[in-house]
């Protein structure tokens, strides 16, 4: 996988940064262009971050000793002078840990490269485990990737169901069991090493939206056991007052009946489109035309539950990231057409509404963007 540099989205958002002041901020100007552009000579950064070079010279130096940028080879030479010595974030000379706890029979781990590039994955069953139990068993996937890192680690990052708080507390999280658990702390007190941690839907909406193009103004919605969602506001991830927004499985969508849910309501948007009850019903269904039928409800309804979201916010972007074989084809059109049916039609460019293009890893990708932004200021 080549390196993502999505430069004109980067490069504007560097400059809007730039009338603020402080020396970690600048470092953290340096790490981000040299994050989504790639390898430059420090005059190009210069140019490009508007600093004199004796500043950027300065604040290379500073990264060069935290082994955060390391020095290349030589520029092409493209222009008169002497060539430049290129500079790069330290993209294989550091790792990253990521913990994807949010699929229904494993726990997940890989170790990354700072581009999100999964280098080793490993990954533990889950049976009956709950509570207590599964957090040992967190505790000792982390040490076995830990292990398995090839260089040194800027930090762990973990995507788990729930929901989250900006310390890395899991407040609730009904499937593990967890209430109140400091899965953050744990995990640092048990690997020394800086831990973040997100629900598995913002992770995954960090994903996307570091490595996988997204844009400023998207939601992601992550159906898989559960239906949940994560979105970028202005560029930045919305957390909301109890660190739950995105949390969409439970609104109930429509008036006109539908399952009962778990949570005790009835038609509850995870109802319509989790794919345990959309596989169920599927496997029920007599033909192709009633399958057809079956997904394109669901794209319907998940339409119907995102409108409002994206008028509200004039968000551009509707990313589904999920089981291919259930998003892809009817149940993704409904939801674009129900989505032009259901607000009113902006100028150009019109809203996209597509599927993640690597749904199986977008959450670990995702962890490591939570440990890029944390550890390196990087977007
Ligand atoms: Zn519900």
Redesign the pocket.
């Known amino acids: 996988m080549t390196p993502t540099t999505v430069p004109e989205r980067r490069s504007t958002r560097s400059q809007a940064a730039l009338p603020s002041h402080g020396r970690a901020h600048n470092l953290s100007l340096v790490l981000r262009t040299l994050h989504s552009q790639g390898a430059m000579s420090r005059a190009d950064l210069s140019r490009e971050l508007g600093l004199t070079r004796v500043t950027v010279s300065d604040l290379v130096a500073e990264l060069q000793q935290r082994n955060h940028v390391v020095e290349l080879g030589m520029a092409e030479k493209n222009r008169p002078g002497k060539p430049a010595i290129l500079v790069d974030v330290n993209r294989t000379g550091l790792q990253i840990v990521g913990l994807d706890l949010a699929e229904a029979n494993v726990l997940r781990a890989a170790v990354m490269d700072l581009d999100g590039n999964v280098l080793t994955r490993l990954q533990t069953e889950l049976t009956d485990e709950r509570g207590e139990a599964v957090t040992a068993l967190v505790l000792e996937l982390a040490d076995r990737a830990v292990s398995a890192a090839t260089a040194p680690l800027l930090g762990i990052g973990v995507g788990t169901p729930g929901i989250v708080d900006a310390d890395g507390v899991v407040l609730t999280a009904p499937n593990l069991d967890w209430l109140d658990l400091p899965l953050g702390t744990l995990l640092e007190e048990h690997t020394s090493l800086p831990t973040l941690v997100a629900n598995d839907a913002d992770a995954a909406t960090m994903g996307e939206f570091t490595f996988g193009g997204g844009g400023d103004d998207m939601i992601l919605v992550k159906i898989g056991r559960g239906v949940g969602s994560g979105l970028m506001v202005g560029g930045r991830r919305a957390r909301g007052m109890h660190s739950a927004a995105g949390e969409i499985?439970?609104v109930t969508v429509g008036t006109d009946g539908g399952a009962p849910?778990?949570?005790?309501?009835v038609g509850?948007l995870?109802?319509w489109v989790a794919a345990p009850h959309l596989g169920r019903a599927l496997a029920a269904a007599p033909d192709d035309a009633a399958r057809a039928a079956l997904l394109a409800t669901a794209g319907e309804r998940l339409g119907i539950a995102l409108a409002p979201v994206v008028a509200a916010l004039d968000l551009a972007e509707v990313v589904l990231a999920g089981p291919s074989d259930l998003l892809n084809g009817e149940l993704a059109s409904a939801v674009a057409t129900t989505l032009r049916d259901r607000t009113l039609q902006q100028r150009e460019p019109q809203l996209l509404v597509r599927l993640s293009e690597d749904p199986q890893d977008i959450v670990l990708r995702g962890t490591a963007v939570l440990v890029l932004w944390a550890q390196l200021g990087v977007a």
């Open positions: 499985g439970h849910c778990v949570c005790g309501k509850c995870e109802t």
